[in-house]
T-cell receptor, first 109, second 116 residues
């Protein structure tokens, strides 16, 4: 069974700070998903990656397949970034995603 | 941008009743999923569906659960006899391809099921 661990579980930052959220997993995967869940509950896809690095606006996601580790970075954080960030890994043989417990981010003005 | 739609947004039902949660995936997507999230807990996989059949299901997805794609657009999750512990947010998701690592999951806004 694949375990997906995220750290930290909770994070409070001042507006403008650089933020890093980490995700580690235990078995080989086909791809990794970073998701954002807002207080209302809706889940939005941020990135899907299987190698290297992706950037979208102030968000950067990296993955190291050999080390089974991914990071999500937020530059110049803003209160509207406050949400739960979830890492999910995809294993193609089972056609399913395994989800981490999420990192709850609060950005204070 | 096309999106996954779920109805209803909130469903309250009595224990033992049947509920059907409805989803309309994105039209050119081929892979469909149901997930649930109990309040305060992580998202859990229930079932994946492809080519009109279940491709994988979790241990949560017991005989009380079933899925259907009755008309080529809707994708439904039925719980035959609800239990208190079925209370959760249920998310439908779809994906265009499992072979393309750039093909993300698209989630609906969820149905909050409350069993009393």
């Amino acid at each position: 069974k694949n375990e997906v661990e995220q750290s930290p579980q909770n994070l409070t930052a001042q507006e403008g700070e650089f933020i890093t959220i980490n995700c580690s997993y235990s078995v080989g995967i086909s791809a990794l998903h970073w998701l954002q869940q807002h207080p209302g509950g809706g889940i939005v896809s941020l990135f899907m990656l299987s190698s290297g690095k992706k950037k979208h606006g102030r968000l950067i996601a990296t993955i190291n397949i050999q080390e089974k580790h991914s990071s999500l970075h937020i530059t110049a954080s803003h209160p509207r970034d406050s949400a739960v960030y979830i890492c999910a890994v995809f294993i193609i043989t089972g056609n399913q995603f395994y989800f981490g417990t999420g990192t709850s981010l609060t950005v204070i003005p | 941008e096309p999106e996954v739609t779920q109805t209803p947004s909130h469903q309250v039902t009595q224990m033992g009743q049947e509920v059907i949660l409805r989803c309309v995936p994105i039209s050119n997507h081929l892979y469909f999923y149901w997930y649930r999230q109990i309040l305060g807990q992580k998202v859990e996989f229930l079932v994946s569906f492809y080519n009109n059949e279940i491709s994988e299901k979790s241990e949560i997805f017991d005989d009380q659960f079933s899925v259907e794609r009755p008309d080529g657009s809707n994708f439904t999750l039925k719980i035959r006899s609800t239990k208190l512990e079925d209370s959760a947010m249920y998310f439908c998701a779809s994906r265009k391809s499992v072979w393309d690592s750039n093909s993300p999951l698209h989630f609906g806004n969820g149905t909050r099921l409350t069993v009393t």
